[in-house]
């Protein structure tokens, strides 16, 4: 070896030691990164689960809720429907005895029951009289209100187009 060797030598090891301590601190720093990114991985998972698991309860709550509230609107209809036909059985059964009910307006003998679509008809003085009218008889009660075929009827009626028909039949 020469004595400009030496130096070359020495400068050569002191820039491989320079290089292998950039490459430790490089190899540090990306160390240090990768575990950052790691643990923020780690953090976003332990989140995801977390809203999983809140996300769990609400929709349990919800469903709970929910079934509360349909179980309430059942119960509701039922009743409702319960009381409806309690009224319209009510209602049908004052039909039948609406005659007798009403004697002080039309004499309960010139009425006919008809049922449907219109419940009686009158033939008011047809007992003691030469002039009669015929009336036609809805009754309703509570806040029941006509059909569309008991409008049609009344309006046939307004409209004066109720006729007198006779039908021979053979036989």
């Known amino acids: 070896m020469t004595d400009q060797s030496i130096p070359l030598l020495l400068g050569l090891v002191v820039a491989i030691i320079v290089v292998i301590v950039l490459i430790n601190i490089n190899a540090k720093n990306v160390s240090s990164k990768v ?3 790691v ?3 780690e953090n976003e998972k332990q989140f995801i689960e ?3 698991i809140l996300k769990g309860e609400i929709d349990a709550s919800t469903e709970e809720k929910l079934s509360e509230k349909i179980a309430a609107r059942k ?5 409702d429907a319960i009381r409806r036909s309690a009224g319209v059985t009510k209602g049908q059964v004052i039909e039948h005895f609406a005659p007798f009910m009403i004697v002080d307006i039309l004499n ?3 009425m006919v029951f ?7 008809i009158s033939f008011t003085g047809i007992d003691e009289h030469d002039d009669i009218s015929i009336d036609f008889l809805e009754i309703k009660t509570g806040n029941s209100a006509l059909s569309r075929k008991q409008k049609l009827i009344r309006e046939a009626v307004l409209s004066k187009r109720v006729f007198y028909k006779k039908v021979y039949l053979n036989g």
């Open 50 to 52: 977390r809203i999983q």
């Open 39 to 41: 643990l923020q991985i």
């Open 114 to 120: 008809v049922g449907s679509p219109i419940d009686l």
């Open 75 to 79: 119960e509701y209809l039922i009743e």
């Open 35 to 37: 575990s950052a990114r």
């Open 108 to 110: 309960s003998d010139e």
